[in-house]
């Protein structure tokens, strides 16, 4: 990638909110006359994996490319059958012009997803699932489709690329698109008591590196947290040193796409209360306490 970055697709991008925009219509034509059970929120947290890196690499900051960045979030609120009913957003951050060029925050939604429940799936594993089709739609929607986003330019992800394809890694190849995934929540990167396995200034370890994209537990600012960072290709992480802001070692773009794309409270009642006047009776079941002691509720 040069050292001027190329004209950005902006339509490109904010024709992908007409994507999502029926997405409400089809979730709430089934549910008249359905018994919704509400849920509660998971904070489960998942397994720590600690990792020794050997072969380190420093990471050279490259040309000025244009960023998007994407990010979701999705928010489990009832369950029927073999369905879950879930409010989801995404944000889409544009930055044009090098990392201190103003940025552009759009947001897709809040709009309501009915999602057929898989055997054995919990509801953080649907809001998962979700997230990855919504994030994924718009990551297929600007390397294949016709208004793409032009030359040199870089599509920041939240967390892995397990689902690009072949076909999507040759897609960004011949559009000079680097794909980078970023993970602020990993196992494959040492915790924070141990940082020093990774230089202080911008650096990498190559984890993995297959045909479509390398995993690396990277350093992208100085002294900044440790990640796990998923790219097809290197010279565009270096682009991504000179073309955004980072925040502790993650980029700026990431962080507004990721603040953009929250669900307020308002919003998921606003959803529940859409859900109720579509036909559904929600009913939200008694914890084990409620069980077994009644719903009797005393101050002190």
Request: hydrophobic share 40%; glycine share 10%.
């Amino acid at each position: 990638m040069g050292m001027e970055a190329g004209e950005l697709n902006v339509p490109a991008v904010f024709n992908l909110i007409h994507k999502f925009s029926s997405t409400d219509r089809l979730a709430l034509s089934s549910v008249e006359d359905e018994t919704l059970m509400i849920l509660d929120e998971d904070d489960s947290e998942p397994p720590e994996v600690r990792l020794n890196m050997r072969w380190i690499s420093g990471l050279p900051r490259g040309g000025i490319s244009n960023v998007v960045a994407i990010d979701s979030s999705a928010i489990p609120l009832a369950y029927a059958d073999r369905k879950w009913y879930l409010v989801f957003s995404a944000g889409v951050v544009v930055r044009a012009g090098g990392r201190y060029a103003p940025p552009s925050v759009l947001r897709i939604g809040p709009h309501i997803a009915e999602v057929v429940r898989r055997e054995g799936e919990d509801q953080q594993a649907a809001a998962r699932r979700l997230r990855e089709h919504v994030e994924g739609s718009i990551v297929l929607e600007l390397l294949h489709g016709r208004e793409g986003l032009g030359d040199r330019a870089l599509l920041l992800v939240d967390g892995s690329l397990r689902g690009l394809s072949e076909p999507d890694c040759s897609a960004a190849g011949e559009r000079r698109i680097s794909v980078i995934g970023i993970s602020k929540a990993t196992s494959i990167v040492p915790p924070l008591g141990g940082m020093g396995a990774l230089p202080s200034g911008p650096g990498y370890s190559v984890i993995s590196e297959g045909d479509c994209y390398a995993v690396l537990a990277a350093r992208l600012e100085r002294y900044g947290v440790p990640l796990r960072v998923d790219t097809t290709d290197m010279e565009g992480l270096g682009d991504l040193l000179s073309s955004d802001v980072m925040i502790r070692g993650y980029p700026d773009s990431l962080r507004l796409a990721h603040y953009a794309s929250i669900i307020s409270v308002s919003e998921e009642e606003a959803a529940l209360a859409s859900l109720a006047m579509h036909g559904a009776a929600l009913s939200k079941p008694l914890d084990r306490r409620e069980v077994l002691l009644g719903l009797l509720r005393v101050r002190g």
